[in-house]
């Protein structure tokens, strides 16, 4: 597809349980963006990865979340012991680049609602 | 706090009208701007940017102006329609150009 391809859009698990949300970004894009949007709320930045690395982690609420994008494209956020508070939507984004000369502009992904029961 | 948010949480309008949504801002030394556009069960969507050496940028339909001098700026729509209506964030983006969302305002356009 030509857009940001997520999955999966919707995951209901239990407190407590690990969680996997992939994220599939636009082909060429370098930089990949996580945010998450609980109801009501703008999207709040997770974690950026420009290729394989993450330039930028400082979003993530605890060491219970992390994220990998091994080869530069497809990007895995990892939850682990989830708990009723992690419910929200997680939002990836991808971009051409970031800084400097780059537009800036992000393409965001549909999101995966996950639910912690 | 945030260092990006709205004034007014929903702002309804008739078909044809102009819309203006408001967004200030708290962080003087940010230096791009971008607004979003969030319709109902999908991801944002980029409407406009702006950077700090300009204080307005036109669109198809749409319109942005930054004040640095109060730190605010605000997204103009033309004649708004109904397929104008959803969630309305302003982004404030850093050297880094992550950007960092406000809380967003619901545009309502009444047919």
């Known amino acids: 597809g030509a857009g940001v391809s997520q999955t999966p859009s919707n995951k209901v698990t239990e407190k407590g349980k690990y969680v996997e949300l992939r994220c599939d970004p636009i082909?060429?894009?370098?930089?990949l963006y996580w945010y998450r949007q609980s109801l009501g709320q703008g999207p709040e930045f997770l974690i950026y990865f420009q290729g394989t690395g993450a330039a930028d982690d400082s979003g993530l609420p605890n060491d219970r979340f992390f994220a990998v994008r091994p080869e530069g494209s497809v990007s895995t956020l990892k939850i682990q012991r989830t708990e009723r508070g992690d419910s929200a939507v997680y939002l990836c984004?991808?971009?051409?680049?970031?800084?400097?000369?780059?537009?800036?502009?992000?393409?965001f992904g549909e999101g995966s609602r996950l639910t912690v029961l | 706090g945030e260092s990006v948010g709205l004034h007014l949480p929903t702002l309804s309008v008739q078909e044809g009208d102009n819309s203006i949504i408001n967004c200030a801002y708290s962080?003087?030394?940010?230096?791009?701007f971008i607004w979003y556009k969030q319709e109902s069960g999908k991801g944002p969507q980029f409407i406009i940017d702006?950077?700090?050496?300009?204080d307005k940028r036109q669109g198809q339909r749409v319109t942005v102006l930054l004040n640095k001098t109060v730190k605010h700026l605000s997204l103009q729509i033309a004649a708004t329609q109904p397929g104008d209506s959803a969630v309305y964030f302003c982004a404030e983006g850093g050297g880094s150009y992550i950007p960092t969302f406000g809380r967003g305002t619901s545009l309502i356009v009444h047919p």
């Open positions: 962080n003087s030394a940010s230096d791009y």
């Open positions: 082909s060429g894009h370098t930089a």
């Open positions: 984004a991808s971009s051409l680049s970031s800084g400097g000369a780059g537009t800036g502009e992000l393409f």
């Open positions: 702006i950077r700090s050496n300009m």
